[in-house]
């Protein structure tokens, strides 16, 4: 059978209860924090948190730890942190609105066609929001104010795992945000593999 036929071919049922069920995890990805950013330093033993959401930022006791943390980077002329600065993230709730529609759409009248198109989509999704993430980092490591107070080379801030920066340890790493998006990911291509092996073992994709 032509390859064109089989994208054509429909969904099995258990592929279609499992796309179903990939929606919980990416509605999850909305009430959940993302991404967290975590600095300890000998004046800040107990470290200062801020964690990233797709729609907000939130900073620990109650936002405080924000004010601490942009009045440190004031001293080396790093732009503020705030939902502002953030705005590359603004397009991520609609983008999460937009992939939970289209799979319930797949699972209830899609194709091999339409499944491989949304697991296409879900990885330049991404893809997008990771690079577009990693791009804000190098801008707040790199735009340095030249008057500030405090005079050091541009670096670039940690994206996961642990860095030292002066007198600051600095942690990023993902939370559980992350996770329910990088499992409906995994899902959909997960299935999407799945249907197309299933067919191949019937015969029609060969």
Do not use: C
């Amino acid at each position: 059978m032509p390859f064109q036929q089989i994208l054509d071919r429909p969904l099995s049922r258990g592929s279609r209860l499992v796309l179903a069920a990939l929606v919980v995890p990416l509605a999850l990805a909305y009430a959940a924090p993302i991404w967290r950013i975590y600095l300890v330093a000998p004046q800040y033993p107990n470290g200062l948190t801020m964690d990233i959401w797709t729609y907000k930022v939130a900073g620990g006791d109650n936002g405080q730890h924000i004010q601490e943390i942009n009045t440190l980077n004031h001293y080396i002329g790093m732009s503020p942190i705030d939902r502002k600065a953030l705005s590359d993230l603004d397009w991520i709730p609609f983008a999460l609105a937009v992939l939970g529609f289209l799979a319930l759409r797949v699972a209830a009248i899609g194709n091999v066609r339409s499944l491989v198109d949304l697991a296409v989509l879900a990885s330049f999704f991404v893809l997008v929001s990771g690079g577009r993430f990693v791009y804000m980092l190098y801008s707040f490591g790199h735009d340095l104010a030249p008057d500030a107070p405090v005079t050091i080379a541009p670096f670039m801030p940690v994206i996961v795992g642990t860095k030292q920066i002066a007198n600051f340890t600095t942690s990023s790493y993902p939370l559980l945000g992350s996770l329910f998006m990088g499992a409906f990911l995994a899902g959909v291509v997960g299935v999407a593999l799945w249907q197309l092996v299933a067919l191949r073992r019937r015969g029609a994709l060969v």
